[in-house]
């Protein structure tokens, strides 16, 4: 049974930073693809940043050069570095898994993950 906990989402002024946490348990899976994904009021769902387990990262054109993921494999931890943040960044942001041998070309889209957590709020 995966479980994810988000953590980390503040609120903050513009061309601040953040750092978001995924705390992930229970996936004994060694093929995957995680990421973040946001949703804003009135928006449509967004993908922001996925990460396979052969390490290859994609994002989404619009944190493109402000925002990173990256994980930790002994923590079992995905972490969303945030920079630069802008009003529009403004969102719920939640990290998602899905069991995968890479993560698709259409990963970023944002129905792609099958589990995520509950999210935590990010306000710019």
């Known amino acids: 049974h995966v479980q994810l906990v988000e953590s980390g989402g503040a609120s903050v002024q513009a061309g601040g930073s953040l750092r978001l946490s995924c705390q992930i348990s229970?996936?004994?899976?060694?093929?995957?693809?995680l990421g973040w994904f946001r949703e804003a009021p009135g928006k449509q769902r967004e993908g922001v940043a996925v990460?396979?387990?052969?390490?290859?990262?994609s994002y989404a054109e619009s944190v493109k050069g402000r925002f990173a993921i990256s994980q930790d494999n002994g923590k079992n931890t995905l972490y969303l570095q945030m920079d630069g943040l802008k009003p529009e960044d403004t969102a719920m942001y939640y990290c998602?898994?899905?069991?995968?041998?890479?993560?698709?070309?259409?990963?970023?889209?944002?129905?792609?993950?099958?589990?995520w957590g509950q999210g935590t709020q990010v306000t710019v």
């Open positions: 998602g898994a899905r069991i995968a041998a890479s993560c698709a070309a259409d990963a970023l889209r944002g129905d792609y993950f099958t589990v």
């Open positions: 229970g996936y004994t899976y060694y093929r995957y693809c």
């Open positions: 990460i396979a387990s052969d390490g290859t990262i």
